[in-house]
């Protein structure tokens, strides 16, 4: 029977199914690897075929694995919180678990046709109450533990209580606000229980604090920066402001340091390694305080100086003026009369843009003056405080000096501003160098001059410490995590309030649910839309948090509770987690680097901190995959004389002739760039009735490389792929477009080759009527020498992640072996489990079909490599006669001429092509030919 590639993977998928084939086990002799993707976001859409990239690599490395003798761990779930179904909700009035429910069944009808080897007896949903219980717990940790940096790890707040109690706050040290109390053990003891919890959520690791976000009001809620692009939602392209608001924050910068450094141990792509520390962004320099200048305005103020972090200290008497921050908590109060209403408008334009967006405009100047002044610590000279977009109020102080003869953007805005510019370096012009590490004589005071920079640095450091105007710090760009979104569909937060304060709820009562609520949209008076909730508090009536957890709660731990998914007890068993360790193998998009990829760690170190995991970093080696671009298909229509488009469509090689617009097309009704026209007029109503100028009689669409998207018509849908050409086809050519890491354009012009390959791989086979069988005689060396190749290789590329080099090795073998017309069973069943990682389907079936009982290769061995079979011991010499060349024959290179003309002339094919003759000549040239004239 031919290749009925329909029937055989529908076979195997329900195979699977039904044995679960693929359940891994929770304790093995077998050596354990873990591999795991990046879990989706059900999205209504459905998988294209740019999805499934990541997933293909990854399930023929998980395959590949098991026939290497590994217990596999390799699960599935979903990232199922999240804006779209509750933006959805909102429009529909259909609750997001519903939308989500069919979503999910859509992707996993997806996932299954596929033919990937999950273990969905494993599948987790971050939105189901049995999840997110979880996530709820591991919050209520953070709530109770503090950072001391001294043990450099999370410790049990019950144990800065002890301390507080025995000590006071005297020898903490620890990860915590900057404004906190000093007090002795008795005054300790003396506050009442609500002054106490006040003090303690200073130090939790979550905490409640006045951050400014990213607020978009279209949607309700706050927006991470990755959230937000050119001032808008990513999610609708609504406009975002910036805005003070209290929220939930997670103390991530206690662990800048051991993020950083825990890149060292990883094997991660280095440009992904490099974005993490660029974000965390650690800087060694010095802080300074700048003494606010009472006279006049300021005489009331309480505080007596802006502090700024600045890493070219030694440049301080070159700073002209201080730029704080528009957010900055002083702006208000150091503000004249006389600016307020500039200040003011500043403030109002700052809003509309994004974080993101200001950290970028390093072209664009822009400022207002407060009215206020600073003194220089080192010598009282008088500085005017600005405010300035591109200084951010959560990184460092939220507040610079500003150096305008050794930074660029200093330069610019002191010139803008007409500020003056003094030169403490030997850089005159800063227009056209401005190195800040630039060695120099300093000429501004004699205690620096003549020094070089790292002389004047520590100069400049031990005077500012002298006079408590400073000291040696180090700093990082990062900021604490923003832990809150004022919208429905996501966490419930398991704390109530009392007396304005947050309070764990008990454990016991886990998990919050989220309560039914009329419509998901904040309330009248502004409160998020839990708001709506009717009797939904704690007990006593004491109120909830309204707000829900961020999307990055769920997905920051999921890879644990696929080690013990269905435990109700605790979110893993400490020995599921001592068994899978971590995950060795995670494949997924570069765009998570600085959210979940940043926040996965930080939870797991944590988790580390409290034992309740056993390795510090979770993912071993990671792996970006490379984006699979649309390939857009255009058709242009013909333009009038007054400018108007009309009815005729013009082929893409004829357009140089005509005045033409493009216009994006159905990339499914386009074949080898071939418009089908009947089903364009009925994709396009106007165009029923279309005239057509054609090339060789056909209508040539235009090619571009686009992303894949709706609006330009080039989305593939797997399906149609699958129905087509079968699942195997479709694993295969993902495989086949490029390196894995690599972006590529998604091109159906060259599947039909794939699915031609395996068709001729089930050829072999199967007899000219299409008759399995297979002979059981000893292999050739030849047939060996192809074997044992293509094992090397495939071996090879696997461990590597070179997937597409494979598959054009198996069409090189699939081709020898059907010149050699092997029907060899030693040669071919050992072929089928090298290819089944690709190609499950096919594979299994002929694994059955030579009567394998056990029903699966799943867990067959790997045929082993032997290098001998590819010792060069023959050579196919080419056979000419009369200077035509009629056949190769393979001889042993050991022997010597005459013999080689002896087992030429004793051939019987060689005979056949003779007729009878002896040859009058016969030439042999040892390892390149025999040429025999007749």
Known sequence: MDYQFKEIEQKWQQFWAQNQTFKAEDKSSKPKYYVLDMFPYPSGAGLHVGHPLGYIASDIFARYKRLKGFNVLHPMGYDSFGLPAEQYAIQTGQHPAITTEDNIATYRRQLDQIGFSFDWSREVRTSSPDYYKWTQWIFMQLFNSWYNKDADKAQSIDQLVAHFETKGSAGINAVC?????????????????????????????????????????????????????????????????????????????????????????????????????????????????????????????????????????????????????????????????????????????????????????????????????????????????????????????????????????????????????????????????????????????????????????????????????????????????????????????????????????????????????????????????????????????????????PGWAGSSWYWYRYMDAKNDKEFASREAIEYWKDVDLYIGGSEHATGH???????????????????????????????????????????????????????????????????????????NEILNIEKFKQWRPEFTDAEFVLEGGKYICGVEVEKMSKSKFNVVNPDDIISRFGADTLRMYEMFLGPLEQSKPWNTNGIEGVFKFLRKFWRLFHNDAWEFGVNNAAPSKAELKSLHKIIKKVEEDIERFSFNTSVSSFMIAVNELTDLKCNNRAILQDMVIILSPYAPHICEELWSLLGNADGTLSYAPFPKFNAEYLVEDEFAYPISINGKMKMNLSISLSLDVKEIEAFVLANADVQKYLDGKTPKKLIVVKGRIVNMVV
């Open 177 to 549: 606000d900057d404004e906190i109390l000093s007090f002795t053990a008795d005054e300790w003891k003396a506050f009442s229980n609500q002054q106490q919890q006040d003090e303690l959520l200073k130090y939790r690791l979550t905490y409640l604090r006045e951050s400014t976000v990213n607020w978009c009001p279209a949607l309700g809620t706050v927006l991470a920066n990755d959230e937000v692009k050119d001032g808008f939602s990513e999610r609708g392209g609504y406009p975002v402001e910036q805005k003070k608001m209290t929220q939930w924050s997670m103390r991530i910068t206690a662990y800048a340091e051991r993020l950083l450094q825990g890149l060292d141990t990883i094997d991660w792509p280095e440009p992904l390694k490099e974005m993490q520390r660029n974000w965390i962004g650690k800087s060694t320099g010095a802080s300074v305080k700048f003494p606010i200048d009472k006279s006049g305005h300021n005489a009331a103020l309480g505080t007596d100086f802006i502090e700024v972090f600045t890493t070219r200290v030694d440049t301080i008497f070159g700073v002209t003026f201080l730029v704080i921050a528009p957010e900055h908590e002083l702006v208000s109060a150091l503000t004249t009369p006389e600016q307020k209403a500039e200040i003011e408008a500043y403030i109002t334009q700052t809003k509309k843009k994004s974080e993101l967006d200001r950290m970028a405009d390093a072209k664009t100047v822009s400022g207002a003056f407060t009215g206020s002044y600073v003194l220089n610590p080192l010598n009282g000279q008088q500085i005017p405080i600005w405010i300035a977009d591109y200084v951010l109020a959560g990184y460092g102080t939220g507040a610079v000096m500003a150096v305008p003869s050794g930074d660029q953007r200093d330069y610019l805005f002191a010139k803008h501003f007409n500020l003056p510019v003094v030169q403490i370096l030997d850089i005159q012009n800063i227009e056209t160098e401005a190195d800040p590490t630039k060695e120099g004589t300093y000429i501004n005071s004699d205690f620096i001059n003549g020094l070089a920079y790292k002389e004047a640095t520590a100069a400049v450091v031990a005077k500012l410490e002298e006079i408590n105007a400073g000291k040696a710090k180090v700093n990082f760009r990062m900021r604490d995590a923003i832990f809150g979104r004022q919208r429905y569909w996501g966490e419930p937060v398991p704390v109530y309030f009392k007396e304005g304060l947050p309070h764990l709820i008990n454990e016991s009562h886990l998990p919050l649910l989220l309560p039914e609520i009329d419509k998901y949209l904040p309330t009248e008076t502004g409160e998020p839309p839990l708001g709506r909730a009717e009797d939904w508090k704690y007990e006593g009536g004491l109120p909830y948090e309204l707000s829900t957890m």
């Open 597 to 671: 990829l940043l926040y996965s760690r930080f939870w797991n170190k944590f988790l580390k901190d409290l034992d309740l995991v056993v390795e510090e970093e979770p993912f071993k080696k990671l792996i970006n995959q490379g984006m699979i671009q649309g390939r857009s298909n255009f058709v242009y229509r013909l333009i009038d004389e007054e400018g108007r488009g009309t009815n005729t469509l013009v082929s893409h090689g004829l357009i140089k002739q005509y005045k033409t617009s493009p216009l994006h097309v159905d990339v499914n009704i386009v074949e």
